[in-house]
């Protein structure tokens, strides 16, 4: 065996070993990005354009791998125990209910924050021909008598679109122990069961009624955002619907396992801030209808905070 | 292994008596009345009646044998096939992380066939040959996240 | 309105063409291969067509997922291991008729099954896609729950000699399907603390392990085979189309049946090809006999209405933007990236695009038959080489599927494990049909029967409220005591055994 040859199985055999120390020459292979979703969907489209647009910044492939196992747990599992040496990230969104709900035991601690690229946030969508007009007016039913209508979670409960929705009715003085809270299997399912007369209210994303709004079949009445969306003027917020300053949907940003080195994590941060602002990923995003959102990861960290101790009041209120 | 009704009826009754039993461990809503208990326990006991069901309807039809003998204990190279293909499926989680899937398919591929009564060189090539070709395949072409072990480092160059 | 004209003009492009046979290509493969399925053909292809054009990307997958529905049949009948859920209904039928050397009849017979369902669903879908959409957004959850359980009542059809072992299947698989998150609280339910188990056992490993993976344990147990199997001999498509003619009620029925069941948001191609094979084998006089003319029946319905199922699941999706299935949520996520946002708005602005999209599906089931036949010639050939090595190449394959249904090294343990039971369960004639048929409806039914009480709070008459509801209920309860009737008795020439199992009373 010559002296070249040698060499460069040392090398390889090199390169296999600092891959896992931390990188300062990130990325030095191909990184793999844990989608928490099914392929084709609203984060599985979320990531892969946003990888397309970070692979042309790195000289690496970014792998998009689907893991949905156990609406998320799995994916998350998988990269919150990676080693945090940034080549495995994956999908942060909601995660506080996990733990209160037994499935698993994530904790804002146990990740490193990167940066958020996407907040959706949940309405109230109701029957084109149903008696309600406002969400005021629903809020008021339901004080008088929580139980009388059945609200669809427009998928999990527990979940993005009705823990804000809890949130606006426990501020709003209803005893939320009694809701009649109906999970569903995705939105669409959920406005399946609103046309056909099967459910009263749909919690879900507004581009997610689009087809069915435009059939004429169901109606929109308010957006848990602090303005209004561009893309529905005509839709209210619920501040201004109702007064309570409730905010909430679902929220999609990228992350690695706890323990990553502020320098590297920075660095990450620099491409996915490159990748957000190019124009292949914002009319992406647009042309989707989902809500292009940026948090660097100081304003995330805060915000996984706040979103755990929310989805801690509502639960408990909820008696899981 | 083929065993007589009478055996598998009770055992299967047994399986459905414990995930009733089991059922009852698990926290009813304080809302309604049917919880996360409610269908396993209905399951439960659906699987023991038809395992009460098997369990009588073998006894009536009586003669034959309580237990015969498993067709891979009858000779060693059955039970060489039998056992290659299990311990294969299991080996698979245990080494494709570290050896990457193209030496883990070469190598399973190798033994499996060597077991089922191929020469060793020609199970060596073919081996080789199919795992480069499903590796090519779904990890290079179709980005299926196969490991790719001490390929690591450079397989940058191998995902097109 | 769209012209004749303009849908042809759009699909006379050498891209789309290109993009279709290739799709066409691919889709075959990967359905013909046991271990991997449609749905996983349609999510590989997914990074791939995002950034392509949009009636590209959309013909991509409806290709790929017609081509792999009707390619899961070929190892169902040449290797005993069905490519999908729905072709597991008709597997014994098909291999048997294998086994007795007809080999190109049972694979002819259902690809031009599979294909013409394919153009019933189409022309359904073309004519009255708008209509038929709200017939079923009027399906709530009691509707879903007597089909379901009417679903469950085809599980008698399949269980062989012993209704009570039948039976058993059907529970085992019922009841693995508790396993996971309850569907309405999502508590997890005898996970033992594994997060692998939070969605349960997944249906594709549980699938490849019962049929697939005992199939080879039950081959290496035998003497191992160093020659090859003949290959398919023959015409395939001029007798298949003589076949067709004498079947062309079932195969009518079946492809109506699986369009409509399609239609069903959540009603998948399993359920449409289960729920057929049942029909053929109680309505029809021919489906009913242990014949090769019976099977040959019962298969050509139910692939009909396996392929037919694909093109019903379109109609909530492009009228509604509703998926069907797990597939067309997929076309459907795509179609709104691209930007043709499903919904009446599409029929009425660009209706061209929609009518070419429907025109598609034309092509995709006409350009079947040619790709499909060259398919199971390939498929013939392949077979020649020694059992010896094939084997272990399924194997890999089995493995290779199992994990990439979820990217989880754990979903390759558990094709091991129902590997084992499946064997077990075969070697004591249990049959495993039921088993999975279980596991695809256990879900189903306990979620709309949950999510029907907690709207009804607790008041259980509201599963005959309905109209519709109440009309499947009294059915579904019919359709019950009429098998578990038919089952009990005494067995005659004519009624209806599975047939018997090859591997059975080995010692």
Same mark, same amino acid.
Request: overall charge negative.
């Given at each position: 065996?010559?002296? =070249?040859?040698?060499?460069?199985?040392?090398?390889?055999?090199?390169?296999?070993?600092?891959?896992?120390?931390?990188?300062? *020459?990130?990325?030095?292979?191909?990184?793999?990005?844990?989608?928490?979703?099914?392929?084709?969907? &609203?984060?599985?489209?979320?990531?892969?354009?946003?990888?397309?647009?970070?692979?042309?910044?790195?000289?690496?492939?970014?792998?998009?791998? *689907?893991?949905?196992? &156990?609406?998320?747990?799995?994916?998350?599992?998988?990269?919150? *125990?990676?080693?945090?040496? &940034?080549?495995?990230?994956?999908?942060?969104?909601?995660?506080?209910?996990?733990?209160? =709900?037994?499935?698993?035991?994530?904790?804002?601690?146990?990740?490193?924050?990167?940066?958020?690229?996407?907040?959706?946030?949940?309405?109230?969508?109701?029957?084109?021909?149903?008696?309600?007009?406002?969400?005021?007016?629903?809020?008021?039913?339901?004080?008088?008598?929580?139980?009388?209508?059945?609200?669809?979670?427009?998928?999990?409960?527990?979940?993005?679109?009705?823990?804000?929705?809890?949130?606006?009715?426990?501020?709003?003085?209803?005893?939320?122990?009694?809701?009649?809270?109906?999970?569903?299997?995705?939105?669409?399912?959920?406005?399946?069961?609103?046309?056909?007369?099967?459910?009263?209210?749909? =919690?879900?994303?507004?581009?997610?009624?689009?087809?069915?709004?435009?059939?004429?079949?169901?109606?929109? =009445?308010?957006?848990?955002?602090?303005?209004?969306?561009?893309?529905?003027?005509?839709?209210?917020?619920?501040?201004?619907?109702?007064?309570?300053?409730?905010?909430?949907?679902?929220?999609?940003?990228?992350?690695?396992?706890?323990?990553?080195?502020?320098?590297?994590?920075?660095?990450?941060?620099?491409?996915?801030?490159?990748?957000?602002?190019?124009?292949?990923?914002?009319?992406?995003?647009?042309?989707?209808?989902?809500?292009?959102?940026?948090?660097?990861?100081?304003?995330?960290?805060?915000?996984?905070?706040?979103?755990?101790?929310?989805?801690?009041?509502?639960? *408990?209120?909820?008696?899981? | 292994?083929?065993?007589? %009704?009478?055996?598998?009826?009770?055992?299967? /009754?047994?399986?459905?008596?414990?995930?009733? /039993?089991?059922?009852?461990?698990?926290?009813?809503?304080?809302?309604? %009345?049917?919880?996360?208990?409610?269908?396993?326990?209905?399951?439960?006991?659906?699987?023991?009646?038809?395992?009460?069901?098997? /369990?009588?309807?073998?006894?009536?039809?009586?003669?034959?044998?309580?237990?015969?003998?498993? %067709?891979?204990?009858?000779?060693?190279?059955?039970? /060489?096939?039998?056992?290659?293909?299990?311990?294969?499926?299991?080996?698979?989680?245990?080494?494709?992380?570290?050896?990457?899937?193209?030496?883990?398919?070469?190598?399973?591929?190798?033994?499996?066939?060597?077991?089922?009564?191929?020469?060793?060189?020609?199970?060596?090539?073919?081996?080789?040959?199919?795992?480069?070709?499903?590796?090519?395949?779904?990890?290079?072409?179709?980005?299926?996240?196969?490991?790719?072990?001490?390929?690591?480092?450079?397989?940058?160059?191998?995902?097109? | 309105?769209?012209?004749?004209?303009?849908?042809?003009?759009?699909?006379?492009? #050498?891209?789309?063409?290109?993009?279709?046979?290739?799709?066409?290509?691919?889709?075959?493969?990967?359905?013909?291969?046991?271990?991997?399925?449609?749905?996983?053909?349609?999510?590989?292809?997914?990074?791939?067509?995002?950034?392509?054009?949009?009636?590209?990307?959309?013909?991509?997958?409806?290709?790929?997922?017609?081509?792999?529905?009707?390619?899961?049949?070929?190892?169902?009948?040449?290797?005993?291991?069905?490519?999908?859920?729905?072709?597991?209904?008709?597997?014994?039928?098909?291999?048997?008729?294998?086994?007795?050397?007809?080999?190109?009849?049972?694979?002819?017979?259902?690809? @031009?099954?599979?294909?013409?369902?394919?153009?019933?669903?189409?022309?359904?879908?073309?004519?009255?896609?708008?209509?038929?959409?709200?017939?079923?957004?009027?399906?709530?959850?009691?509707?879903?729950?007597?089909?379901?359980?009417?679903?469950?009542?085809?599980?008698?059809?399949?269980?062989?000699?012993?209704?009570?072992?039948?039976?058993?299947?059907?529970?085992?698989?019922?009841?693995?399907?508790?396993?996971?998150?309850?569907?309405?609280?999502?508590?997890?339910?005898?996970?033992?603390?594994?997060?692998?188990?939070?969605?349960?056992?997944?249906?594709?490993?549980?699938?490849? #392990?019962?049929?697939?993976?005992?199939?080879?344990?039950?081959?290496?147990?035998?003497?191992?085979?160093?020659? +090859?199997?003949?290959?398919?001999?023959?015409?395939?498509?001029?007798?298949?189309?003589?076949?067709?003619?004498?079947?062309?009620?079932?195969?009518?029925?079946?492809?109506?049946?699986?369009?409509?069941?399609?239609?069903?948001?959540?009603?998948?191609?399993?359920?449409?090809?289960?729920?057929?094979?049942?029909?053929?084998?109680?309505?029809?006089?021919?489906?009913?006999?242990?014949?090769?003319?019976?099977?040959?029946?019962?298969?050509?319905?139910?692939?009909?209405?396996?392929?037919?199922?694909?093109?019903?699941?379109?109609?909530?999706?492009?009228?509604?933007?509703?998926? !069907?299935?797990?597939?067309?949520?997929?076309?459907?996520?795509?179609?709104?990236?691209?930007?043709?946002?499903?919904?009446?708005?599409?029929?009425?602005?660009?209706?061209?695009?929609?009518?070419? @999209?429907?025109?598609?599906?034309?092509?995709?089931?006409?350009?079947?038959?040619?790709?499909?036949?060259?398919?199971?010639?390939?498929?013939?050939?392949?077979?020649?080489?020694?059992?010896?090595?094939?084997?272990?190449?399924?194997?890999?394959?089995?493995?290779?599927?199992?994990?990439?249904?979820?990217?989880?090294?754990?979903?390759?343990?558990?094709? #091991? @494990?129902? +590997?084992?039971?499946?064997?077990?369960?075969?070697?004591?004639?249990?049959?495993?049909?039921?088993?999975?048929? +279980?596991? @695809?409806?256990?879900?189903?039914?306990?979620?709309?029967?949950?999510?029907?009480?907690?709207?009804?709070?607790?008041?259980?008459?509201?599963?005959?409220?309905?109209?519709?509801?109440?009309?499947? #209920?009294?059915?579904?309860?019919?359709?019950?005591?009429?098998?578990?009737?038919?089952?009990?008795?005494?067995?005659? !020439?004519?009624?209806?055994?599975?047939?018997?199992?090859?591997?059975?009373?080995?010692?």
């Amino acid at each position: 065996m010559n002296k =070249l040859t040698s060499a460069s199985i040392i090398a390889l055999a090199l390169g296999a070993g600092t891959a896992t120390a931390q990188d300062v *020459n990130w990325p030095s292979q191909p990184v793999q990005m844990i989608v928490i979703a099914g392929a084709g969907g &609203g984060s599985d489209f979320t990531f892969r354009l946003l990888s397309r647009e970070m692979e042309e910044l790195i000289d690496q492939p970014i792998s998009v791998v *689907n893991q949905a196992q &156990g609406g998320g747990v799995v994916g998350m599992t998988t990269y919150v *125990n990676a080693e945090p040496d &940034g080549y495995t990230l994956g999908q942060l969104s909601p995660f506080a209910q996990y733990k209160l =709900l037994g499935q698993a035991d994530f904790t804002s601690d146990s990740y490193s924050p990167i940066a958020m690229v996407n907040m959706d946030p949940a309405a109230v969508t109701v029957a084109a021909d149903s008696e309600f007009d406002s969400l005021q007016s629903i809020v008021d039913t339901l004080k008088e008598d929580p139980a009388s209508l059945a609200i669809s979670c427009g998928g999990t409960c527990n979940a993005s679109w009705d823990i804000p929705f809890v949130s606006l009715l426990l501020d709003a003085g209803v005893n939320v122990g009694e809701l009649n809270l109906i999970p569903a299997k995705g939105s669409a399912a959920g406005l399946q069961e609103l046309a056909s007369g099967g459910m009263d209210i749909v =919690l879900s994303s507004l581009p997610e009624t689009d087809s069915l709004r435009d059939a004429g079949m169901v109606k929109n =009445l308010a957006v848990f955002s602090e303005e209004r969306l561009g893309r529905y003027p005509d839709v209210p917020t619920v501040e201004e619907a109702t007064g309570e300053a409730v905010t909430g949907g679902t929220w999609r940003a990228v992350s690695g396992p706890a323990g990553m080195d502020p320098a590297l994590i920075d660095r990450i941060e620099a491409t996915v801030k490159q990748a957000y602002d190019s124009e292949g990923f914002q009319t992406g995003m647009e042309e989707r209808g989902f809500g292009a959102v940026w948090m660097d990861s100081d304003a995330l960290s805060d915000f996984i905070r706040q979103h755990e101790e929310q989805t801690q009041r509502v639960l *408990n209120e909820l008696g899981s | 292994m083929r065993l007589h %009704d009478v055996i598998t009826g009770p055992a299967i /009754a047994l399986c459905g008596a414990g995930l009733w /039993a089991w059922s009852f461990t698990l926290p009813v809503p304080n809302n309604a %009345d049917f919880g996360p208990g409610t269908f396993p326990r209905l399951m439960g006991g659906g699987l023991a009646l038809a395992g009460v069901g098997v /369990a009588v309807s073998g006894w009536l039809r009586g003669r034959g044998p309580l237990i015969q003998r498993p %067709d891979w204990l009858r000779s060693g190279p059955q039970f /060489a096939r039998f056992a290659a293909i299990l311990g294969a499926i299991a080996l698979y989680p245990l080494i494709s992380g570290a050896l990457g899937f193209l030496l883990t398919a070469w190598l399973l591929l190798f033994v499996l066939m060597v077991v089922n009564g191929i020469r060793p060189l020609p199970a060596l090539g073919a081996g080789l040959a199919i795992s480069a070709f499903v590796n090519i395949a779904f990890a290079s072409i179709l980005h299926v996240p196969l490991p790719w072990g001490p390929l690591t480092p450079i397989s940058g160059y191998l995902i097109w | 309105m769209v012209t004749l004209n303009a849908v042809l003009s759009q699909l006379a492009d #050498g891209y789309l063409i290109l993009v279709i046979i290739a799709s066409a290509a691919y889709g075959l493969l990967i359905g013909a291969i046991p271990g991997l399925t449609a749905l996983l053909a349609s999510a590989l292809l997914v990074p791939f067509i995002i950034f392509m054009d949009p009636l590209p990307a959309v013909a991509a997958i409806i290709t790929a997922s017609a081509m792999a529905i009707f390619a899961g049949d070929i190892p169902g009948a040449l290797l005993r291991m069905p490519g999908t859920p729905a072709s597991a209904a008709y597997t014994d039928d098909a291999h048997g008729l294998v086994r007795k050397g007809e080999v190109a009849k049972a694979l002819g017979a259902g690809l @031009i099954a599979s294909s013409l369902g394919g153009l019933l669903s189409a022309l359904v879908l073309t004519m009255a896609a708008p209509s038929l959409a709200r017939v079923a957004l009027a399906f709530s959850s009691v509707e879903y729950f007597w089909l379901g359980v009417l679903g469950l009542s085809c599980a008698t059809f399949v269980a062989g000699s012993s209704l009570w072992k039948g039976l058993a299947s059907l529970f085992l698989g019922l009841s693995l399907a508790t396993v996971g998150m309850d569907p309405i609280t999502g508590i997890p339910r005898f996970t033992l603390g594994s997060i692998n188990l939070l969605s349960g056992f997944g249906l594709i490993p549980v699938l490849i #392990g019962l049929f697939a993976v005992s199939e080879l344990l039950r081959n290496a147990t035998a003497p191992m085979n160093m020659n +090859g199997a003949p290959p398919p001999a023959g015409p395939i498509f001029l007798p298949s189309l003589r076949t067709l003619w004498r079947h062309k009620v079932g195969v009518a029925r079946g492809g109506l049946f699986g369009t409509m069941v399609g239609a069903l948001p959540g009603a998948g191609s399993d359920i449409a090809a289960w729920i057929s094979y049942a029909v053929a084998r109680r309505a029809s006089s021919r489906g009913r006999r242990q014949t090769d003319e019976g099977a040959t029946e019962r298969i050509m319905s139910a692939s009909a209405a396996n392929n037919a199922s694909l093109g019903g699941a379109y109609i909530p999706a492009t009228v509604f933007g509703i998926p !069907g299935d797990a597939i067309t949520a997929i076309v459907i996520s795509v179609m709104f990236i691209k930007g043709i946002n499903p919904g009446p708005t599409l029929f009425l602005n660009s209706p061209d695009v929609i009518y070419t @999209i429907f025109a598609i599906f034309f092509v995709a089931n006409l350009v079947m038959i040619p790709l499909g036949i060259l398919c199971m010639r390939g498929f013939g050939l392949i077979l020649r080489l020694p059992q010896a090595a094939i084997s272990p190449v399924v194997l890999i394959f089995c493995i290779l599927g199992a994990f990439s249904v979820e990217n989880t090294l754990f979903a390759v343990g558990m094709i #091991g @494990i129902f +590997g084992f039971l499946g064997y077990v369960m075969e070697q004591n004639e249990y049959p495993l049909a039921p088993a999975i048929l +279980g596991l @695809i409806l256990g879900p189903m039914i306990e979620e709309t029967f949950m999510t029907t009480m907690l709207k009804s709070q607790g008041d259980l008459s509201i599963f005959f409220d309905r109209t519709i509801g109440s009309i499947l #209920g009294v059915v579904t309860v019919l359709a019950w005591l009429l098998a578990i009737a038919l089952q009990l008795r005494p067995q005659r !020439g004519e009624v209806a055994q599975a047939p018997a199992n090859p591997h059975s009373g080995t010692v």
